[in-house]
Every structure is written in structure tokens, then in C-alpha cells.
């Protein structure tokens, strides 16, 4: 019995007679303990949600605080160094702790294993003790906060971070170190299982697009993260004995440091939106009842990304002195990386093509991300390209171009897929209204914050300073009154969600239509997620088959 | 499911392996089979070594760049270490590597004082080549050759007042070597660093294959670790020739 109702794909069961299954990953046992010693990876993926919310409410009341300095031309609210430790915290926090574990940490802990039709991943143990870690570094980076903060950048640069700085660097680079190995764990945890773990029939070309970007950001977390451990480590003895490493002085290359610290770094944006992209093609697919236009080339997108991922990290350093054949080099490069992300785009907005397109509150936020996700995209070939690069290198430009891809693109996908999966996960739908109107209030509240930014970053005014000349007041007022819009956009999910533990209609098992293999199984699913490994016999994204399915159920039970 | 908590009994493990089944106490739920678990878990052990070469990736890259830099600071501070010391752990070390792997052939094959011994072997030579290093460390400290504050260039600006036969760097090369020594001691200590842990893996082993952990046709974790102990063998096998024997070569 089902209630389609105008408009939509969304079908609930009858809401007088629903119930949630007596028995699920939940209630199944019951105490703290139960959850800080489990090994279930839905269960995991809900402590990641707390914390990775927790983190996230933490950076962004840091960059409320900026830009609420960012009001005046003057340095009034808080000092010059107080805001360098501001937008440093910021940094860390946003990046390391929340966009990197964010999606993996829970959407892909909770889905992966039921998108494969297993019972859990790989390393279930590896997978808690991942969480701990994490933890231990989210710790570690609020003891450095605490204790004083740390003033440089998110970037650590050396000599600054190593010569010239008296606050709690290497407080701040163990924690980061030790949060790495967490995305470490991870990576291996999901490579693992999805080489290993897939249900009779799950080819790779039968999986969902979604563990495809997981496959490959997994890649680039366990190829890229140990070099940025490495580099830490060297950045903490250079401070520590003053070996000189990075030291000019003694022989050593500042330099050298960014080319290890970027060699990470570049590919961690990349760890931080494929997930995203991989949630997009999910929800896309589903609110337009089509198969992805092109799986195989979107597939392939995702592994090629991580591939050109590590091969452009020169172009955070074209103004740093490299030699200006590699910049050239670097430069193509870069432009090379523009393809398999427009060839996302493009499939993308092909599937959408005579679709049956529904505006739900997920497929709303996947249209802000194609948008936003776009204009960050070519934004980056701007500073791509060497020439444009040397003026608007270190400038706003950089800033708004940097907040368009990972807040446009990553949180705008994070956002996506926690409303399209709430109904998996707890088994209960979000209110539709209120979430429709958070989802255009986040857009609307993002561009008024970052569009003037690529205005100011082009006129020349530089980052990271606490003062700006006066002409520059109306679009830095703009930006944060984005911002305050923007806070609100993302208060309101927060509260409506919690809200709808208790209130929100029963979802049933498959209230979107969808064909994926996590949704066949009861909302929230069971502990042991399958009765029994389901069999894989049907295309991916089929809703033929999903049709057929339902015709046959409906008929058994008349 | 019923079947793997039956399993869990010693008596029902013991019926099942006469029937000729394949099924393991240490069989997790989530596998469908133990080939299965036993795969995953070598996979994942190749995976976790993957990223350890990216980790000593970062350090040959600081060597190589600086090396080309500042090639004769490189040679003199080579020149310094003692290649019999360095010969001899390296063999030390391979012999290790082989202790190590008779010790998953015993454990395949289920014998398990041998697979004991061979794990007490390893220990053993691993013990040995941490012995060596220190002593080769404290000699370092001694000539004031780790880098800092303490660092002293003399014996590189006036070799002879030394006794060593070997050109004076000029003095800002002769700095130089203190990259040299810093890079010996980073790619060395992170070396020891694994092997340290690698020990204490193997006290945690040998009690649990005394008691016959894995000598019933459960070796995972005896694979996997040697996995890892192989991997310090590795690392080894290119420090050694970059730290001991770049100047070795018929021209000097």
C-alpha cells in the first residue's frame, strides 16, 4: 500500500499502520558501551555523524567570527593574531575534520557494504579504531585550540611554521598526523571491500557510481595521506632540534616542503568531492528514474581524477620560484584535470534529459552542487592558467574559488545524500517543506557570500588579513551577510532532522524508488543488514527490473 | 549464521575438520568463507604496505634532491659509516627475512615448535641488528654527527687533524654533511622505528604459536606479519646501498 502523492517519486507506507521493524541496527542493543565497543558499520557511521557535526558547528563558528571581523575595514573585534589563529583553526578543522572524513566517514561506512550486498566491511575492528583515531586528532586539535591556537594557515608553510612562529604547531601537526592515519584506515577498509566483499552477481560495472568515487578517493587516501605524514613529522623535528631540513641556512629547501606538503594536499580536494560526486550520481539517477548517462564514462571520470589528482600539486607554488618549464608542465596539467570533471557535468545533465525529473529536497541541493560545482571548476582553470594565476594567486579569488568547490561542491553533496539516505538510516523521512526551504536558503546565502569574494580577490585584495582598505567594505558587508544567511541554512537541518527522529512519517523500506540494494532491505536495516547475500542479477541503476519487482510483490501479497 | 556460532565449539570444529570442511574458530561472521577473510586480510596487509612506501617515498625524495645538491657532503659523510657494520646487519637482516618466511612454510604445514623456533630466531637477528645500529648511533653522538645545535663540521674542514684520509670541504659544504646525517637518522630511525614495532609484534606472536594459535590451518596472522617484516627487509636493502655505498665505486 502506497500513497504517491502529486509530483513526486517519494512513496510511504500507509502512516496508520506503519511500523519501524521490530528489530534493527538500533535498538539492537542498547547502552553507551554498546556503541563505543561496536563494530557494526552503520553504527560506526552514526558516531562519525556526531562528531563530524560536532567539528563542523566548531569550524563554522570560526568562520562566523571571521567574517564578523571582515564587517570593518579595522581590526576591531579581535586582534591581528587572534585572527590569524581564527582562520587557521578554521582551516584545520573544516578540512581535516569534517570535508575529509565527512562523506566516507559515514555515508560510505553506512552504504558501502549494504551497496555490495555484505555484511559489513572488510575490517570492522579497523573501521572502530579508525573512528578512535579520528577522535584522538579531533582531541589533540581542540588541545591545540585551548591551549593557545595555532597562527599558521592550514597550510603549516615553512620557514613561518618552523622559524618564525611561537604557537602550538607541532600540537596542532600531531593532531593532523594523527587524523591521517584515521583516512588512512579508512581507505584501506573500503579498497578492501569492494575488491573482496561484493555479493554473487556485483560485477564492477554493476556497481553503483557511488562506490566507484569511493574507490578512488580511497585510493588517493591511501596513497597521498603518508607523504603528508612524513612531511609533518620532518616539520616537527625542524622545529623541535632544528635539523634544517627546510632550513636554507643549513641546506635545506623551504620549498621541498610545499612540494610534500601539496603532493598530499592537492589530492586530499579531490578525497574531500569525489564522495560527493559519487552521492550526485546516486540522488541524480533516482530523482530522474534514469541510469546515469554514460556509467562507464563516469566511472572511469572518477578513476581518472585520482589518477591526474597527483600530478598537478605544482600549481599551488607557480609564484613560489619553481622553474617555469614544470610550471608549464604543471599548468596543462592542471587544464587536463578540467576533463574528467566536465565529462561528470555533462553525463550528469544528459541523464537529466527527458528524465521524469522530481524536486526533492536531495535533488534540489545536487542542482545547487552541478551549479556551484561549475563555476568552482572553471574558476580553477583561471588560476590554472600561469599567466592569471600570478595576479590572483594569494588573493580572494582563491578563497571563493576553494569554498566553490568544497563547500558548493562537498557539503552541498554532504547535505544531498544525508537527506536522501535519512530515511535508510533511521527510518523515518525529513519534513519535505522546511528542508526544501533550507536547501534554496543554502544556496542563495552561499553565493551572496562567495560570489562578491571573486570580485574583491580580482580587484587584488589578499587573504588572510584582518584589515582591508576602505573601498572594499560594501562587498566584504555582502559576503557576510551571505554568511549569516548561510549559518541559518544550515542551522535548520540540524534541528529539523533531530526533530524528525521522533516525528517524521515512517519511511518504509524503499520510500524513493530507488533500485540500489540498500534499499531493499527494511529502514533502518537489520545488524546482519542481509538474511541472506542477495544475488546481484539485474543491471545497476534498473528500474525495469525494480518495476517488475514491485508488480510481483504487490500481487503475491493481494 | 548458525553455522559459525556452531563452529565456535571445539567439539563441533573438531567433527566438522574430519568431514574435511574448511572452518576456522576465527571465521568472522561477515565472510561468507574463510578463503574469503583469508584474502581480504593479504590484500589489506599489501594495501597498509602501499602506504608505507609512500610514507618512506617522501624521505627518498629529500635524499635524492639533496644528494644531487650537495654531492660531496654526501660522500664525506658516507665515508663515515661502516660499511663492515652495514654489510653485516644487512645479512643479518636477510637472515632474519628467511627465519621468517621457513616460519609460515611450519605454519602451513602445521608444525608448530618449528614455527616457534623460527619466530624466536627472528626476534633473535632482529634484536642483534637494533644492537648494531645503536652501537653505530652512540658512535655518531660521541663525534658530535647528529644534527642540531651540537653539530660539529671540524672533522669534515680538517680531516687530517682526524687522521682520515679524505679532502677538507670547504666550510659551507661541510655543512652540509649535517643534511646528510639528518636524512641517516630520519630514514634509519623510522627503519628501527618499524622494526621496534615489528618485535613487539612478535611477542605477541610466539606465546599465541606456542600455544598452537597457528598451527590448526589458521596462519593469517603469521602471513600477514611476515608480510610486514619482509617490508623492513626492503626498506633496508635501498638504505644501505644510499647511506653505506655511494662513494664505493672505482673512481675514488
Known amino acids: ?141 581542540l588541545a591545540a585550540l585551548v591551549l593557545g591556537g595555532v597562527d599558521t594557515g592550514w597550510t603549516f608553510t615553512t620557514p613561518l611554521s618552523t622559524h618564525y612562529l611561537n604557537t602550538h604547531v607541532i600540537t596542532a601537526a600531531m593532531a593532523i598526523f594523527i587524523t591521517g592515519f584515521s583516512s588512512i584506515l579508512t581507505g584501506i577498509n573500503f579498497i578492501v571491500t569492494i575488491h573482496r ?35 609533518l613529522v620532518l616539520v616537527a623535528l625542524e622545529r623541535l632540534f632544528g635539523i634544517g631540513i627546510f632550513d636554507p641556512a643549513k641546506g635545506g ?74 610550471a608549464l608542465v604543471f599548468s596543462l596539467l592542471t587544464m ?98 522546511i528542508s526544501k526551504l533550507a536547501a534554496v536558503t543554502t544556496f542563495i546565502g552561499f553565493n551572496l557570500t562567495f560570489l562578491p569574494q571573486f570580485v574583491l580577490g580580482y580587484l587584488g585584495l589578499p587573504r588572510r588579513y584582518a584589515a582591508y582598505p576602505p573601498e572594499f567594505q560594501v562587498l566584504n558587508v555582502l559576503s557576510t551577510a551571505g554568511a549569516t544567511v548561510l549559518g541559518f541554512g544550515y542551522m535548520l537541518p540540524m534541528l529539523y532532522l533531530v526533530w524528525s527522529l521522533k516525528y517524521g512519517a515512517i519511511a518504509g523500506s524503499n520510500p524513493w524508488q530507488a533500485t540500489g540494494l540498500e534499499w531493499q532491505i527494511a529502514s533502518p536495516p537489520p545488524t546482519e543488514n542481509f538474511a541472506e547475500i542477495p544475488i546481484m542479477d539485474h543491471e545497476v541503476y534498473d528500474y525495469e527490473w525494480l518495476a517488475n519487482k514491485t508488480k510481483k510483490e504487490v500481487t503475491t501479497v493481494g | 549464521m548458525d553455522s559459525a556460532l556452531a563452529t565456535t565449539d571445539p567439539a563441533d570444529l573438531h567433527a566438522e575438520q574430519e568431514h574435511g570442511h574448511v572452518s576456522l574458530p576465527q571465521h568472522r561472521h561477515h565472510f561468507e568463507t574463510v578463503e574469503q577473510q583469508r584474502e581480504a586480510g593479504s590484500f589489506g596487509m599489501w594495501l597498509f604496505l602501499l602506504t608505507e612506501i609512500m610514507f618512506f617515498g617522501g624521505m627518498f625524495l629529500a635524499y635524492l634532491l639533496y644528494r644531487n645538491w650537495y654531492y660531496p657532503a654526501f660522500v664525506v659523510g658516507s665515508n663515515q659509516l661502516s660499511v663492515r657494520i652495514g654489510t653485516f646487519n644487512t645479512m ?23 614455527l616457534t623456533a623460527m619466530l624466536v630466531t627472528t626476534t633473535l637477528l632482529g634484536v642483534l641488528f637494533l644492537s648494531l645500529k645503536y652501537d653505530e648511533y652512540h658512535e655518531k653522538y660521541e663525534l658530535h654527527h647528529i644534527p642540531g645545535n651540537n653539530f660539529n663540521v671540524s672533522m669534515f674542514t680538517n680531516p687530517a687533524g682526524y ?30 622505528l618499524h622494526m621496534i614495532i615489528g618485535l613487539g609484534i612478535l611477542c605477541w606472536l610466539i606465546p599465541r604459536a606456542r600455544r598452537g594459535d597457528f598451527s590448526s590451518g589458521y596462519v593469517a596472522p603469521v602471513e600477514n606479519f611476515a608480510l610486514y617484516w619482509h617490508f623492513i627487509d626492503v626498506v633496508w636493502l635501498f638504505l644501505y646501498p644510499l647511506l653505506y655505498l655511494i662513494n664505493r665505486h672505482p673512481m675514488h
Open chain 1, 1 to 141: 500500500m502506497s500513497t504517491a502523492v502529486g509530483n513526486t517519486i517519494v512513496s510511504l507506507p500507509d502512516q496508520s499502520t506503519a511500523q519501524l521493524p521490530k528489530r534493527h541496527y538500533i535498538n539492537n542493543e542498547y547502552g553507551l558501551l554498546s556503541w563505543l565497543l561496536t563494530e557494526d558499520h552503520k553504527r560506526i557511521a552514526l558516531l562519525y555523524l556526531f562528531s563530524v557535526t560536532f567539528f563542523f558547528f566548531i569550524g563554522g563558528a570560526f568562520a562566523g567570527l571571521i567574517r564578523l571581523e571582515l564587517l570593518t575595514p579595522q581590526p576591531d573585534l579581535v586582534a591581528a593574531d587572534t585572527y590569524n589563529k581564527f582562520f587557521t583553526m578554521h582551516g584545520l578543522i573544516m578540512i581535516f575534520l569534517f570535508l575529509v572524513p565527512s562523506i566516507p566517514g559515514v555515508l560510505g561506512n553506512f552504504l558501502i557494504p549494504l551497496m555490495i550486498g555484505a555484511r559489513d566491511l572488510a575490517f570492522p575492528k579497523l573501521n572502530l579504531l579508525s573512528w578512535y583515531v579520528y577522535m584522538a586528532g579531533g582531541t589533540l586539535t
Open chain 1, 197 to 231: 566483499m561484493r555479493c554473487p552477481g556485483m560485477t564492477w560495472f554493476r556497481m553503483p557510481l557511488f562506490l566507484w568515487a569511493h574507490y578512488a578517493a580511497s585510493l588517493l587516501m591511501v596513497l597521498g595521506t603518508p607523504v603528508l605524514a612524513t612531511t
Open chain 1, 253 to 326: 629547501d623551504p620549498l621541498l616542503f610545499q612540494h610534500l606538503f601539496w603532493f598530499y594536499s592537492h589530492p586530499a580536494v579531490y578525497i574531500m568531492i569525489l564522495p560527493g560526486m559519487g552521492v550526485i550520481s546516486e540522488v541524480i539517477s533516482t530523482c530522474s528514474r534514469k541510469r546515469i548517462f554514460g556509467y562507464t564514462a563516469v566511472a572511469f571520470s572518477s578513476v581518472a581524477i585520482a589518477l591526474f589528482g597527483f600530478f598537478v600539486w605544482e600549481h599551488h607554488m607557480f609564484i613560489m620560484g619553481v622553474s617555469s618549464y614544470s
Open chain 1, 336 to 433: 587536463l584535470v578540467a576533463v574528467p570533471s566536465a565529462i561528470k557535468i555533462f553525463n550528469w545533465a544528459f541523464t537529466l534529459q527527458k528524465g521524469s525529473i522530481t524536486f526533492e529536497t536531495p535533488m534540489l541541493y545536487c542542482f545547487g552542487f552541478m551549479g556551484l560545482f561549475t563555476i568552482g571548476g572553471l574558476t580553477g582553470v583561471f588560476l590554472g592558467s600561469l599567466g592569471m594565476d600570478i595576479h590572483l594567486t594569494e588573493t580572494y579569488f582563491v578563497v571563493a574559488h576553494f569554498h566553490f568547490v568544497m563547500v558548493g561542491g562537498g557539503l552541498m553533496a554532504f547535505l544531498a545524500g544525508i537527506h536522501f539516505w535519512w530515511p535508510k538510516m533511521t527510518g523515518r523521512m525529513y519534513p519535505e517543506t
Open chain 2, 92 to 114: 643479518v637482516l636477510i637472515t632474519s627475512g628467511f627465519c621468517m618466511a621457513i616460519g609460515v612454510w611450519a605454519a602451513e604445514v602445521r608444525k608448530r615448535s618449528l
Open chain 2, 163 to 192: 687522521g682520515i684520509k679524505e679532502a677538507p670541504l670547504p666550510p659551507d659544504m661541510a655543512q652540509k654533511t649535517q643534511v646528510f646525517f639528518f636524512l641517516y637518522f630520519a630514514m634509519t630511525g623510522m627503519h628501527a
